[in-house]
């Protein structure tokens, strides 16, 4: 990821975090805790957001994104496709608020690490 989470502005980006939500809810109800799933990891030319390896600036910009961040406004250059993504959306997320909420969780938690 870049300071303009441009990658999410992408449906098949936005795809394949949608896959790795759904496995992070499945592995962790599996796992019962256990610590030996790391989910879904913020990359970034820096470092991992997750380990509090990115830059300051990198994580600050992805913060002041994220809170304008719709992935409801992401785009594939087949329309079919992205009607395909945004219909997987609705169905295994409940819907773009639901997603828009979890990734919001999840990167929040990568820029909590980053501060400490």
Known sequence: ???NVLPLARSW???ELLQSLILVE????QLKGQASFSGV???TSTGILNFGQAST???LGIGKKLATLRLEDATATSQADE????SLVASKMGGFDKMNEKLRSC???ALMASRD
């Open 1 to 3: 990821l870049d300071e």
């Open 26 to 29: 499945e592995r962790t109800s």
């Open 107 to 109: 990167m929040s938690l």
């Open 41 to 43: 990891l913020f990359c």
């Open 13 to 15: 980006c936005l795809f």
């Open 83 to 86: 009607e395909m993504i945004n």
């Open 57 to 59: 600036e990198i994580a």
